[in-house]
C-alpha cells in the first residue's frame, strides 16, 4: 500500500489517500512484447485486482536481470533497483471464471508506456487526492 498525506488546513485536499498495490517480478524476456509486457497472473489475484474498493487495486510488474545478484545494486551513496518497472489498472477489464484446476492463470497486458517511475507514482496519487482513480 502506498499512502498519501494532504495537508489539513486545505479543504480540497483530502487528508490521507492510500493505493493498493500488487507487485510481481519478472526475469523473463520473452514476456516483454513490442508495446506490453504478457504477464500470467493467477486468476484469483487478477479476480482481486479488479474489484471496486475504496482504496484503487493497481498491478505493478517489476522486469529485472536473469542473475539475481543483478536486480539491486546498493553503496552508501545510491540504492539502484535494475530495469523497470510498469503499472495497470485492471478496474476495467472483465471477470474471468476460475474453472477449479490449481494456479489457473490468464494473461495481463501491461502497456510499457506506463512506466512506474516517481513523476507517475505522484501523478497517481494526485488523481486520488481529486477524488478520481488511475
Known sequence: MV???GDSQLEDYPFYEA???QLKCTSRSELIKTDHIAYPLKIKNYNDLRQKTM?????IVLQVP???????KCSEQELTLRYSAYWFSL????AVPIT???DQKVTVHVPLKNKMTVKELQRIMNLLAKGEKP
Do not use: A, M, S
Not at 55 to 59: A, S, T
Open 100 to 102: 477449479g484446476k490449481k
Open 3 to 5: 499512502k498519501q498525506y
Open 91 to 94: 478496474k476495467k477489464e472483465p
Open 66 to 72: 536473469e542473475e539475481t545478484q543483478d536486480w539491486l
Open 19 to 21: 493505493l493498493n498495490v
Open 55 to 59: 482504496n484503487p487495486r493497481i498491478l
